[in-house]
Structure formats: structure tokens, C-alpha cells
């Protein structure tokens, strides 16, 4: 095979692409954007879904995973309505069609949601009930849950681009001592990830048992 430690460095532009995660490797340097990019993307999913965890108060947050049929389409119910707050437990959902109201009552009582609701003709309120000590364990482990997922997610994209580093370096695109460099760069990447999402997964933990 051509021996690309003989080409111009500045001249080479090869791009692996590994289970989703591409990866530009130019001039011998190693394009981090797109990895910092899926990493941002696991740090939003963790955010909302500790959003959508109840802490036994009220939060417009807590009905984004509601969808509701709109003239022939699935619509989130926050776009649908205005939705308020009016004590530290109670939510008022009011539609812009008040059509809507008996669809939005339904799409709530038959989610997983702990909710109560009630209607009246301008739409449905929501009551978040009061935490036991039992409700307050179980949502702290669905919070290490989803906290360990993010972090598989991201050990995953380590995985990958780890690979692809390798690859770069077997291939000449770069000498060893670079590729160690990428390594340790990834790292630290993944490293802040991970400090992140355990400081998010604490402030949940400490809101959940604050209640």
C-alpha cells in the first residue's frame, strides 16, 4: 500500500466513519467538533429527562412528553395551550381550542404520570401529589438510572472515536506520540461529560429529598 508517511501531512483528509460518529483527521490535527457535538446531545437528553421527573412540585416541564392529536398530527400539548402554575402542586392547562380540553384530560390520566386532574370549561388543572418517603427512593434511583445511561451513551462515543484515532494512526495520518495526544484530549472530554452529568443527577437528588 502507498506509505503516507512519505505524502504532505496538509495534504491528507481522511474521514472514518464509525457507528454514527464522524471524525475529520487534517493537517494532524483531530477535528473533536462532531464528538463534542454528541456529547452535548447526551448532556440535553439527560437535562430533559430529569425535567420530566417529578419532584412533587409543579412544573410546566413535567407534561413535555404529553402529545396530543391535532388536526391530523401529534402535537405536544405545550403547543397546544398555555400552561400555568397556581400553587406550588397545581397546574393549569387552558387550550387555545377548548375542543381540545376532554382530549388533553385523556392524554394525562393515560400516561405514567402520578397526576390527578380535574376540568372545568377554560381546561384542565393538574395536581402533583405530595412524596412519601417510598415515592422519594424511587425517583432517586430513576435519577442514578438515567445518570448511568448518560454515561454508557457516552462511553459508547469514547469507544468509537477511540477507534477511529487508532485507525488514523495506523494509516500514517499521524505518529504516535500525536495519537496519545488525541487520547488524552478524548479524555478529558470525557471526563467534564461526566462531571456535568453527576452535578445535574445531585441537584435532582437534592431537590427530590428537599421536598
Known sequence: ???????????????CVLSGVRVNLTHMNFDFTETKQHIAKVEEYLRGEYLQI?????????????????????????????INLE???????????????????????????PFSVSVDDSG????????????KGKIVKLV???????RVKV??????????????????????DAKNRFKDELQKLVDTANQTFEALAEKKETDVMSV
Open 155 to 176: 462511553r459508547n462515543i469514547r469507544h468509537d472515536v477511540m477507534k477511529a484515532i487508532e485507525t488514523g494512526e495506523e494509516n500514517g495520518d499521524y505518529a504516535e
Open 1 to 15: 500500500r502507498t506509505n503516507l508517511r512519505m505524502i504532505d501531512k496538509s495534504k491528507i483528509v481522511r474521514i
Open 124 to 135: 384542565v388543572r393538574v395536581h402533583v401529589p405530595q412524596m412519601t418517603e417510598e415515592s
Open 54 to 82: 417529578s419532584t412533587g412540585r409543579a412544573n410546566p416541564a413535567l407534561l413535555d412528553g404529553i402529545m396530543i392529536e391535532s388536526y391530523g398530527t401529534m402535537q405536544p400539548v405545550k403547543n397546544l395551550a398555555s
Open 87 to 113: 400553587d406550588a402542586r397545581t397546574m393549569k392547562v387552558s387550550p387555545w381550542d377548548k375542543s381540545q380540553i376532554k382530549q388533553i384530560e385523556k392524554a394525562i390520566t393515560d400516561s405514567n404520570l
Open 144 to 150: 442514578k438510572e438515567k445518570l448511568e445511561d448518560s
